[in-house]
């Protein structure tokens, strides 16, 4: 994921947002962090959120494509360009104050926000770690391929609920993937040339149309149709067989996933989807974080002082 061109491509999950925040943060055994609160910078920087969230708005507004890269803090170059460029001009607002881990908590929301989504209120006062570790940050992803009882315990590791794992999943609604994600759906599952029989047999011939054998190129839609819009239409794909991810159609196979996955299927599930939303982002954002006087504040994200 490191060094590969600017895109929208989304390899990843909502839910391995917080790898990013592993590579600045030092404390990765922990899975709740104290010290935070909202409205961390009222004195310190009072204008930090405002600042973030004019790149965060510009960029989507120019690029819509990489709403969904930023959202699962992908470790895309562009995306590395853009945070540096939110903290660039937090830099010359309130010099060592900010840190690079609150930038990527921040910028979250907003891409939320600027994808007509769900606003929360962010918990801030994290610390940067002094080591990146993108090796220990890849060991804590979950991957595409995923179960529902790997997913859950991924997700109990880190504390977090299965309304948690559910609940994220829904931040599909906006990106793309490689056909690299999910290819092995259409084409060999099980190892003999077969389909996964999850999938919708409509979808994966639409899919075959754009996703050849061994293609490592092609986007695809992860939310066909509105996959530039955050709103709650990923359920309705999943509860149709049509989530792209073996994990999506996972959250079919546990009762309390499957019920969270129904009941907002619909139009009348958008607002409590876009609440609860808010609270598990927060809840992941507690993940690992240094506060206090651990860490450090990066003066430039992509590397340690």
Known sequence: ????????????????????????NDNLGEPIGGGLKVGFYAKSCPEAEDIVKKVIFQTISTTPSLAGPLLRMHFHDCFVRIIDKAKSALEKACPGVVSCADVVAITARDVVSATNGAHWDVETGRRDGRVSNITEAFLNLLPPTANITILKAGFAQKGLSAKDLVVLSGGHTIGTSHCTSFSNRLYNFTGKGDTD?????????????????????????????????????????????????????????????????????????????????????????????????????????????
């Open 1 to 24: 994921m490191l060094g590969v061109n600017c895109s929208s491509s989304s390899r990843g999950r909502t839910y391995q947002s917080y790898s990013l925040m592993l590579l600045f």
């Open 197 to 305: 029989p999850t999938l919708d047999p409509n979808y994966i011939a639409r899919l075959k149309l754009k996703c050849k054998p061994n293609d490592q190129k092609t986007l695809v839609e992860m939310d066909p149709g509105s996959f530039k819009t955050f709103d709650q239409t990923y359920f309705t794909l999943v509860t149709k067989r049509r989530g792209l991810f073996q994990s999506d159609a996972a959250l079919l196979d546990d009762s309390e996933t499957k019920a969270y996955v129904q009941s907002h299927a619909a139009a009348v599930g958008k607002s409590s989807f876009f609440k609860d939303f808010g609270v598990s982002m927060v809840n992941m954002g507690r993940i690992g974080v240094l506060t206090g006087n651990a860490g450090e504040i990066r003066k430039v994200c992509s590397k340690i002082n």
